[in-house]
């Protein structure tokens, strides 16, 4: 259960990629925390800015992009702007990132014993049967025989390979642990299996968590609450019940009916319009062009956040 201390503060955090075409506003104004124990969701589709938000968490936003501003607190401290040295011992001590694709990632032609041991030396001082002990206690806790230890990555089915990452992920103890849609891209059994072993890690460790991904049906049964994203804005936050049960934002709702059901036939619903172009937002509401609720005050400045139900806001004019 998550306790009420802020492990992580996002303050109003701004990032932009400065293209040769202009600057692509990929996170606009993003205050987010995550408490003590806690699963945040970050959700939104694709190119609304999970990933740029996870990256600028680590301070490793990719070039053309730069954190323009905004704080980023861990357990209190801002770590924008602090000096490499710095930022790569809390980097590795207190943040773990399981990157998106991360089980591409692992080089194919290098052992897991070694790709596994090599993460934790840089950091640690283990050695020698410690280390390969250090290691089977890792694979054992995401739930993998030993004798993966040994074994090559394509020797490894995609859920398998997502473990190590995970396993990875958790060496070193991390205070928080960004998982960036650990289970993209695996099917669905695959999925529950990879999701259940965060779950268990999580709960096993007490980390707190933020898992990026674009199924509000994974994300119903993982988190504790959910952001939305839409267009680099977030719009609305809340307790995973409340937000299902009440989703206030039209954006949110068309993710929730965008839910597959077996009980109920519904046509697939498709929302008119485009995501605006991030170089060039409109005045007002960022979902102004898709909304279909929309009138003229949107059009006039960003909605602010208005409370709806306890710890749960919406970004949205109808209220
Ligand atoms: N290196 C870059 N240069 C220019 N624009 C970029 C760069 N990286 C990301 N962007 C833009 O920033 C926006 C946010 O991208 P980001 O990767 O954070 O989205 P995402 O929500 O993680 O998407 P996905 O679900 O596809 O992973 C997108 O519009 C993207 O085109
Ligand atoms: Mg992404």
Redesign the pocket.
């Known amino acids: 259960m998550a306790s009420d201390q802020k492990v992580l503060e996002v303050n109003d955090l701004n990032v932009h990629?400065f293209?040769p075409r202009g600057a692509?506003i990929?996170a606009n104004a993003v205050n987010l925390y995550v408490k003590e124990g806690e699963i945040v969701g970050l959700v939104?589709?694709?190119?609304?800015?999970?990933?740029?938000v996870a990256m600028s968490i680590l301070q490793m936003v990719?070039a053309?992009?730069r954190i323009v501003g905004g704080e980023i607190k861990i357990e209190g401290q801002n770590i924008v702007n602090l000096p490499e040295k710095e930022l790569r011992k809390i980097r590795w001590r207190k943040l773990a990132l399981i990157p998106?694709g991360a089980m591409n990632s692992l080089n194919p032609v290098i052992k897991i014993r070694e790709q596994m041991e090599d993460g934790i030396t840089a950091h640690e001082k283990v050695r020698g049967v410690a280390l390969r002990d250090k290691v089977f206690k890792l694979l054992n806790d995401v739930g993998l025989p030993e004798r993966v230890y040994n074994m090559f990555p394509h020797e490894l089915s995609g859920g398998m390979k997502q473990r190590v990452c995970i396993a990875m992920a958790v060496a070193l103890n991390p205070v928080i642990i960004i998982a960036d849609?650990p289970t993209s891209a695996l099917d669905v059994v695959v999925q529950r299996v990879v999701a259940q072993t965060l779950l268990d890690v999580k709960t096993r460790l007490g980390v707190s968590m933020i898992m990026i991904g674009?199924d509000m049906g994974l994300q119903a049964q993982m988190v504790d609450r959910v952001a939305v994203m839409y267009a680099g804005n977030l719009v609305e936050v809340g307790p995973v019940g409340s937000i299902f049960e009440h989703p206030y934002h039209p954006y949110t709702r068309l993710l929730i009916d965008a839910i597959p059901s077996t009980k109920q036939k519904k046509s697939l619903k498709v929302t008119e319009g485009l995501t605006h172009d991030?170089r060039n937002p409109p005045r007002g509401c960022c979902f102004q062009f898709r909304c279909p609720f929309v009138r003229d005050a949107c059009r006039e400045k960003p909605p602010a956040f208005k409370q709806m139900a306890p710890d749960h806001f919406v970004a949205c004019v109808q209220y």
Do not use: D, I, N
């Open positions: 990629y293209t692509v990929a939104g589709e694709s190119g609304c800015g999970k990933t740029t990719s053309p992009g998106q849609e674009h991030l």
